[in-house]
């Protein structure tokens, strides 16, 4: 509950704050901003996720468009994970095989199955690229078991 608030909260600051570009989101929570590149051959967009000027870490989104919607693929060292955007709604999924970098047993490691499935569904309708973006910064440390909650601060 605490986190939908808080999700609800910074939406509507973005969505009514003057000036706000679709690609750069900046919050006291995060900072999600474009790269030139993506590293992926399918995708269309990246954008890179920090979570606070110390973080060491990379994390990617990289923004490949499928036959169903589209997919929000998060990269790092540690774990990947897909955001799916489609016509039943947005919510979390495993990568597909074909765009994996990571080993799946070090993913398995990092992330909890049981919070996966909590974020199965996070919207019932299909998101804008801002919302998705600002969802994702959101909704992913959730998913990080707690020994590992350390890489995103």
Request: with cysteine; glycine share 2%; aromatic share 10%.
């Amino acid at each position: 509950m605490k986190n939908n608030l808080f999700v609800m909260v910074i939406m509507c600051l973005l969505f009514f704050a003057p000036g706000v570009n679709a690609t750069t989101l900046s919050t006291d929570e995060f900072q999600i901003t474009p790269l030139e590149k993506t590293s992926v051959e399918m995708a269309t967009k990246a954008w890179s996720l920090k979570y606070n000027d110390k973080q060491d870490m990379l994390l990617t989104i990289e923004k490949i468009p499928t036959k169903k919607g589209i997919e929000y693929v998060v990269y790092s060292d540690y774990f990947e994970i897909s955001y799916v955007c489609c016509k039943r709604g947005f919510g979390v999924r495993n990568v597909k095989p074909a765009w994996s970098k990571v080993d799946p047993r070090r993913t398995e490691k990092v992330l909890a199955p049981s919070k996966m499935s909590n974020q199965r569904v996070i919207s019932p309708n299909q998101v804008s690229e801002e919302n998705a973006l600002e969802l994702i910064a959101s909704y992913l440390p959730d998913l990080l078991k707690d020994e590992y909650k350390y890489l995103l601060n």
